[in-house]
Each structure stands twice: as structure tokens, then as C-alpha cells.
């Protein structure tokens, strides 16, 4: 593996590499990469960058972590230029996080093995393999089973990313939101089909995630009532606790607690939430490695 850009891109052989030497991290295995790692957020981030943080730790790697607000870029220094600045300085592999899609992508033709930690609204691969080993870890393989993906796709990098991973894996996804964050056609592109009722696709599920409402990235499609979106939208206490199944519950984080997700349910018996960010960690530590022997 040289980069990892997206899971439109990730390979089925690059798949299972990560996925085996995730299971190997997990079980105690240690994989050296005693490379610099430069670690570039231009938007903010808690679990991204705090595991990728942790898995170099957990792989030799030392960290050259930009901290954009204190950084050149203040004086007008753009990403290309930043990048050939850290690979100068010894970075080989540029974990990066942006709010303009297709960034990695274009740092990628640089020299430097490149790792996309969230473009925009586009891709957010290593969260999308985080929640797979998640859920591979609770119920086993994910072939037939029935996953409802809820709230806010139209801003959502993890929806792009996570649902069209599972819908490879041979889950059958939902979608599921309100109209204006659920544009018509977007559950099709990824693999996955449009749930029009919330309680019925409940019902069937056997995953449901709640996705973050994303204030900051919403112009005119702001959602004004809190408290109506969650009366119609939100996994509530009731809605989810009275369900006949219960299903496993995830969300990617941050979450808007009390909006698309009540916040007792967090850690609840059957809630993945914590196991996700643990997964991600192992995993950012397994692709790591990995283009580590590309780039050694
Ligand atoms: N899920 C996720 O990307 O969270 P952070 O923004 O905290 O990294």
C-alpha cells in the first residue's frame, strides 16, 4: 500500500492487509515503522488525531505534528508547499486532515505516502475501517446484515466512506434521514438503499449508527430545531430501548448528545461507540506500518 486515500480506492488486497495486521496489533503484535510521521490537521479533530498520535507510539514511529493555527500557514503557506517543508525535514508519510475534498489526493503525487484522516465531505477511510473491524469484533462476518444508517449524509465523510465499505462487505445498508441531508440517489452511489421510514427500518436492523448533524458545514440546509430533528430523526431512549431487537449502536463522534443520539445510550450493552475509537487506533497503527515497508 502506498497511500491510503479513500476506500473507493483501497483494494481488496489492501483490505485484508489492514485487516490482518489490525487483528495482529489487537492481539499484541508489534510492527515497526521508526520513520518520521508528519501529522497536518487543518480541521479540528479529537479521535483521529489523538490515535494516529497513539499508533505512532505504537509503531516507533516519531510524530511531526503541524499545528496549523501556529504553523506558516497563518502567513499564507499552502499544503504543497508545507509538505515538501516536512519532507525536507524528514517526514515519509503525511497524515492529513482538510476541509477541501480530494487534498490527499493531490499530496499524494508528491513523494510522500499520504493518508487521508477526513477531506470535506468526501472520505474518511480509516474511521470506515475502524467501524468495520468494530463491528467484524461484535457480530463476526457483516454478510446479510441489516445496517440503518441515520441523519445528516449529505455532510457526511463517514457516511460516504463507512457505508460504501460495508455495502463491499456485504452488509445490507439503509440510509436514512431527512430529505435535505439524504439527497435522492445518494444511498444507490454507495451501494446502499433508501430507508423512507425510520421506525420501520429500525425495526429490521441489526446495526443502527447515528450520524453527527454538521452545523459547521451547512450553508442554507441549516438545521434550525434541534429538538424536531430529534423527535423525528434522533435515536432516542425510547425509540431505540423500545424496539423488540435491540440493535448494536454506533456513531463515529464527535455527537451531538441529545440530538441524533440520547446520550445514555452511549454506553449501553450493545454500543460499539467506545470499541470504534479503540478499533481506530489499531488500525491508524496497522496502515502505518504498512506503507511503512513501502516507504522503508
Ligand atoms: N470520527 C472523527 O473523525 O472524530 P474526530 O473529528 O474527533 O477525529
Not at 489492514?18 to 510521521?37: C, E, M, N, W, Y
Amino acid at each position: 500500500m502506498r497511500h491510503l486515500l479513500g476506500i473507493a480506492e483501497l483494494t481488496e488486497t489492501e483490505l485484508s492487509a489492514v485487516l490482518d495486521r489490525t487483528a495482529k496489533i489487537a492481539q499484541g503484535a508489534i510492527f515497526s515503522f521508526a520513520q518520521p510521521v508528519a501529522l497536518a490537521f487543518y480541521e479540528p479533530s479529537t479521535r483521529t488525531e489523538m490515535s494516529f498520535v497513539r499508533a505512532c507510539q505504537m509503531v516507533g514511529a516519531s510524530v511531526l505534528r503541524l499545528l496549523p493555527e501556529r504553523a506558516s500557514v497563518v502567513k499564507g503557506e499552502g499544503p504543497e508547499e508545507t509538505l515538501h517543508t516536512l519532507r525536507a525535514i524528514g517526514a515519509r508519510v503525511l497524515v492529513v486532515r482538510s476541509g477541501e475534498p480530494l487534498l490527499p489526493h493531490r499530496l499524494s503525487e508528491l513523494g510522500v505516502a499520504v493518508v487521508n484522516a477526513g477531506d470535506g465531505c468526501h472520505e474518511h477511510p480509516t474511521q470506515a475501517l475502524a467501524d468495520l473491524v468494530a463491528l467484524q469484533r461484535a457480530v463476526g462476518a457483516v454478510r446479510g446484515l441489516r445496517v440503518l444508517v441515520v441523519g445528516d449524509h449529505l455532510h457526511s465523510r463517514v457516511s460516504r466512506s463507512t457505508v460504501r465499505l460495508l455495502s463491499q462487505q456485504g452488509a445490507k445498508v439503509e440510509l436514512a434521514g431527512p430529505p435535505d441531508l439524504l439527497p435522492e440517489g445518494f444511498a444507490e452511489m454507495l451501494g446502499a438503499d433508501h430507508c423512507p421510514d425510520l421506525e420501520q427500518g429500525l425495526s429490521r436492523a441489526d446495526v443502527v449508527m447515528a450520524l453527527r448533524i454538521q452545523q459547521e458545514r451547512m450553508g442554507q440546509t441549516v438545521v434550525a430545531d434541534l429538538g424536531a430533528y430529534r423527535r423525528q430523526w434522533g435515536i432516542t431512549q425510547e425509540r431505540y430501548l423500545g424496539l423488540r431487537q435491540v440493535p448494536w449502536l454506533m456513531h463515529p463522534g464527535p455527537a451531538n448528545l441529545g440530538v441524533e443520539i440520547d446520550s445514555e445510550l452511549v454506553d449501553g450493552t450493545k454500543s460499539l461507540i467506545r470499541s470504534q475509537v479503540t478499533s481506530g487506533t489499531q488500525v491508524r497503527a496497522a496502515v502505518l506500518s504498512l506503507l511503512g515497508e513501502e516507504v522503508a
